[in-house]
């Protein structure tokens, strides 16, 4: 199964800087770090509530939606993978360092945070994966955290990125094309 952090360890052995990034989880601002808090709070309710769901049945799941489940999982896994590979500064923390440019390239070109698109896609996939409707419940308060942090990571960008407010006016969407 692919994991995370498989995919850290692939992309480490061409750039180093980008494992230790990966690893570093210290937020800076009160924001960040009561978003992270709410994050993983969020995430693992998806995790817990969907395996009780499947240990006591509380949910009837065809084998289908387990498979589309799976491939949620997967495509999430994949899209955090190509953002990784565009882009070396790609990080779990919120800050930009001194050499650090705008990528406007890969999935950057169609939204400017594909990596909680990837995110957001892996989540929704994990209740289903698990034969849960219920662990949905979990998903649901994490998609609202996850746009509280873009919306405060931008203000971040916006304020110490060169060229970020120009990438803005290029790429019109934060998450989902066409919508927001």
């Known amino acids: 199964m692919i994991s995370i952090s498989a995919i850290f360890i692939y992309l480490a052995k061409n750039d180093p800087d980008l494992l230790a990034r990966g690893v570093k989880t210290t937020e800076k601002e009160k924001s960040q770090k009561l978003i992270r808090f709410l994050v993983n709070l969020a995430f693992t309710g998806v995790i817990v509530v969907s395996a009780l769901d499947h240990r006591f049945a509380w949910s009837s799941i065809s084998s289908q939606v387990v498979f589309a489940g799976d491939a949620l999982v997967l495509l999430g896994l994949l899209i955090i993978f190509f953002v990784f590979r565009v882009n070396t500064y790609t990080a779990q923390t919120v800050e930009v360092e ?3 440019k705008v990528i406007s390239t890969g999935p950057y070109a169609f939204v400017r945070h594909p990596m909680y698109v990837g995110g957001l896609v892996f989540v929704l996939g994990i209740p289903p994966a698990l034969g ?6 979990g998903a649901a308060l994490f998609a609202p955290v996850m746009a509280w942090r873009i919306l405060d990571e931008e203000e971040l960008l916006a304020k110490d990125l060169p060229g970020y407010a120009e990438y803005r006016n290029k790429v019109k969407y934060r998450l989902i094309p066409l919508v927001w």
């Open 132 to 137: 849960s409707w219920w662990g949905l419940l």
């Open 98 to 100: 001194a050499e650090q």
